[in-house]
């Protein structure tokens, strides 16, 4: 007991224990089934059963070109025959890449001893060899498969025996008066560079999360698209066979109500409607979350436009700058989609969310997606893969309608 200065108990106050410090928290962990995508991980063999842009069209050249596909480097190119071949970037015979290799009529040959591969990784010559390699045939340097469709170059990685067609789709076979089609590599939806250091899960499930628009987009960020899209939207979510799909109603203060349909398509697909509206109807293009690896993704886009270079014009601004030209303090002042997803981590922590009902198309899509793996797991078919030949294009409801 303690004594005051005229020698009477003093009273004792307690100390009030802190709680909800961070103290002793435990590390962090995320979905790994869901965000890794390597081969030999589930969503990477998930993943490997789709095909994915690789590249431009023009980026298979005779120029031999690096490119990082679900956490493999391969080199990419095209053949003076003008057949696109993606390869692995070793050379077969002693490790030397390809990436310094000469492309010729029949492939692409190696800087060091000269094997030349075709682009199914067939070795057609070894000019250090008696009769240029009379053993060459059973040679064979890894390859996958490639097609050239709207613009963009596609790679099947998955199970030969399991290689579906590629798809089309309906919103860009049906071309309006004066379109065409236009492919743009600049990750147009991702809100910054390029290629976009987090992993590829946290924008796919940006896509179905209609709510951020009005905070991030339309408050943080100013007026970052037009004013109708600040207006608070009334949300429902619902399940097709390949998609998630988001429906907002907004009620708009002339009387008039924006119906806006938006979809997170499987496998990677962003099938997001102008948030600019300057067209109404259907969703005019069409994105590919290309997962690079666990901790860098980038986005591929195909759109019907009236004037070439417009794709690149729906690059998210502010104030007229585009995001590499905002300063640090620009970013930090009107964060956009980069800084949101980025500031995640490299890979989100998922065991420290605490979802709410406004993430109820987030659970959705981890539900549409854990479906898929499980799928796989048991030796069958995921969702959206066709091996007819004759498949009709893929068709969404996506778009922007105006309704009196």
Known sequence: MTHSASGTPARVIPIAVDTGTAYGRPAPTYKKDLAEVGPGTPMGELLRRYWHPVGLAADASDTPRKV??????????????GRPGLVHPNCAHRGSSLYYGKVEERGIRCCYHGWLFDVQ??????????????????????????????????????????????????????LGPGEFLEADDSSIGGGGPQIIPC???????????????????????GTQFVPQMAVMPE??????????????????????????????????????????????????SLGWVLPIDDHHFRIYVVG?????????????????????ELTEEEHQQFP?????????????????????????????????????????AAGGDPAGVSFAANARPVKFSAGNFLET
């Not at 992993?199 to 905070?215: A, K, R």
């Not at 004037?307 to 729906?314: K, T, V």
């Not at 989609?337 to 406004?358: C, K, N, P, R």
């Open 121 to 174: 990784g067939h070795c057609v010559e070894q000019p250090c060899e008696p009769e240029g390699g009379r053993a060459r045939g059973k040679v064979r340097q890894p390859w996958y498969p490639v097609q050239e469709l709207y613009g963009l170059i596609w790679a099947y990685m998955g199970p030969p025996e399991k290689k579906p067609v590629l798809p089309r789709y309906e919103c860009l076979e049906t």
């Open 235 to 284: 949300v429902t979510w619902d399940t097709t066979d390949i998609s998630v799909r988001t429906l907002s109603l907004r009620k708009l203060a002339d009387g008039t109500t924006l119906r806006r349909i938006s979809e997170a398509g499987l496998p990677t697909l962003r099938v997001i409607p102008s948030p600019r509206i300057g067209r109404y109807g259907m969703v005019e």
């Open 336 to 376: 956009g989609d980069h800084e949101a997803m980025v500031s995640q981590g490299v890979i989100a922590s998922h065991s420290e969310e605490h979802l709410a009902s406004s993430d109820r198309g987030i659970v959705m899509l981890r539900r549409l997606l854990q479906k898929q793996l499980d799928t796989v």
């Open 304 to 324: 019907r436009v009236q004037e070439q270079g417009e794709l690149h014009r729906m690059r998210s601004r502010l104030g007229g700058k585009l995001w590499e």
């Open 68 to 81: 990082r596909v679900l956490g493999e480097d391969l080199i990419l190119f095209r053949d003076k025959g």
């Open 199 to 221: 992993n590829w899960l946290q924008h796919y499930e940006n896509l179905v999360d209609p709510f951020h628009v009005v905070v991030l987009h339309s408050s943080f960020s």
